[in-house]
């Protein structure tokens, strides 16, 4: 069997010519054909469509009066256009359904049937084009027509076109090949002789040869420049030679810079490691703060009572070991102890919350594990913890969300977004003494929770927006700005939550974060 890459160049070129002709022809008159069915099935469908619109308006009285017999009749004209094989009319009955109210046939094809129900649109099937069009009265619907019509004209007219492409076809094909003998000779003679002369420079290695030019046309221009290539070979194995040995001393130059930037990287990614942490652990500390002063109202407020009941125990011992104790004395005496009772037991209480929320968001910032959270109550009880630094401020923060709203995922990446998010618009927001509003509205999404943080601040200019994602990045490097901040925000989200952050801000006009993260299924 003969392998294509072993036919002969004449053959080839003759059957290039020959092939790409016949494909290109067979190619055209299959569009043509195509084309010319397309055209022909649209304008079947337009004109049967314009006989069911005229025919719509025509039965619109019957349907209205109900009028079966009068319905057939006007549908009966159809029997003008053979090509109509039936038609239907189908009328709303009282429970609103659509049903047969009169129909034609021409009597071709006894199988065919009105469907129960009108369909929705027009089809076509191999044989048949059915065409539905509403029976509008006034405003309203009172019905449908149903046109089903036989396609034979269009395969007739079809099967004649492919006949005249495919005869075109094949004259055109002949031709082609009979001038394509005589156009095969002027190309592959030279090529012939220039691979003559290529063999002999393979066999003997001489590299002096020259192949016989024929002309100034693309061959000749390719014998030329094999001519040229053969005169530059010797020299460019040398060069060759040269430069293989110089880009050996580079490639090991590169692969010893690359060692050196991988060292650097390894060592970059540690720094930012540790500052990262460092950040957390800073965070982590403003959390004990906040627990130690917001700790101590309660605490002082029980102390004081304590106090004030030992007083009061002391005067109402005195005076009962006086013999001096009234009904009146020892009613009040009473009366402050269980008011002072309350006091210490509701401030107690409320230390005890305290601790409880604070110790659980502290064990969270520290822990990457999933858990089931109201993020309501999270969310407040985070805001607790920044108390402390928002007292000192004229801002006030609102927080919009469902308190039933319970979620499965990282508490601890949540509470450092929030707490990052609120001290950067604190930090770098407002000016000191400005009032202003820090919203946190939290949205179930189905699938995912998107938390929309956004503040009324000053805002930031494009050129700051574009990077305030990157570590070390801050406008405040010397009064206390790590840059790490809203870098962190970003690891959080993208890594822990899994989910995306986006923020867009204004100069002058507030700024605002957008983090959607999805839902995670209890294991």
């Known amino acids: 069997m003969i392998r294509g890459a072993d036919i002969p160049i004449r053959v080839k070129l003759l059957s290039a010519i020959v092939g790409t002709t016949s494909l290109c022809l067979i190619a055209t008159a299959a569009v043509f054909v195509v084309y ?5 099935r649209s304008t079947l469908t337009n004109n049967l469509a314009a006989v069911a619109e005229v025919f719509t308006l025509n039965t619109t009285a019957a349907l209205s009066f109900n009028d079966a017999p009068a319905a057939t009749e006007i549908l009966s004209s159809l029997r003008a256009k053979r090509e109509v094989l039936q038609a239907c009319i189908y009328k709303f009955d009282n429970d609103g359904q659509e049903l047969l109210f009169a129909r034609y046939s021409s009597g071709e094809d006894l199988s065919l049937q009105c469907p129960q129900t009108p369909p929705t649109a027009d089809f076509f099937t191999h044989n048949h084009l059915v065409v539905v069009s509403p029976v509008i009265l006034g405003n309203e619907k009172i019905g449908s027509l149903y046109i089903e019509r036989g396609l034979h004209d269009l395969w007739e007219s079809t099967r004649v076109d492919s006949i005249v492409v495919a005869l075109m076809a094949l004259a055109s094909i002949a031709i082609a090949s009979v001038l394509s003998l005589f156009l095969q000779r002027l190309i592959s ?42 005169a ?38 540690e720094t930012q490691e540790q500052l990262v942490n460092n950040e957390k652990m800073a965070s982590l500390g403003g959390l004990v703060a906040g627990v130690a002063h917001e700790i101590n109202t309660p605490v002082g ?41 309350e006091i210490i037991l509701g401030n107690l209480q409320r230390a005890a919350d305290l601790i409880h929320s604070f110790k659980q968001v502290a064990v969270d910032q520290t822990s990457s594990e999933y858990r089931m959270f109201e993020i309501k109550r999270y969310i407040d009880e985070t805001l607790l913890s920044l108390k402390p630094k928002l007292r000192s401020t004229e801002l006030k923060v ?50 995912h929770i998107h938390i929309h943080y956004s503040d009324d601040g000053k805002g930031m200019p494009p050129e700051v927006l574009k990077k305030v994602f990157e570590p070390f990045f801050t406008t405040r490097r010397g009064s206390g700005g790590s840059g790490l901040g809203m870098h962190i925000v ?15 801000s204004n100069l002058g006009k507030g700024s605002s974060v957008d983090i959607v993260f999805p839902k995670r299924e209890l294991d």
């Open 398 to 447: 609102e927080v919009e969300c469902d308190p039933n709203l319970a979620v499965n995922s990282v508490p601890g990446a949540i509470s450092q977004i929030i707490t990052n998010l609120v001290m950067n618009s604190v930090q770098h927001g407002y000016d000191e003494g400005t009032k202003g509003c820090l919203r946190i509205h939290v949205e179930d999404q189905a699938k």
């Open 189 to 230: 003679n030279p090529i012939l002789a220039l691979l003559g002369t290529t063999k002999a420079v393979s066999v003997a290695g001489d590299y002096s040869l020259r192949a016989i030019p024929t002309g100034n046309d693309e061959i000749g221009e390719l014998i030329s420049g094999f001519n040229n290539m053969l």
């Open 301 to 341: 407020v029980g102390v004081t009572a304590a106090s004030t009941l030992r007083e009061d125990t002391k005067t109402t011992t005195g005076l009962y070991e006086s013999g001096e104790l009234t009904n009146s004395s020892l009613k009040r005496y009473f009366a402050t102890c269980m008011q002072a009772t």
């Open 232 to 269: 530059q070979i010797e020299g460019r194995d040398i060069a060759l030679e040269s430069t293989k040995k110089e880009l050996e001393v580079r490639i090991e130059q590169a692969d010893k810079a690359n060692n050196e930037l991988e060292a650097a990287l390894a060592k970059l990614k």
């Open 490 to 504: 970003y690891n959080l989200v993208t890594q822990q939550l899994k989910g995306t952050v986006s923020l867009h």
């Open 36 to 40: 010319n069915w397309f055209s022909v």
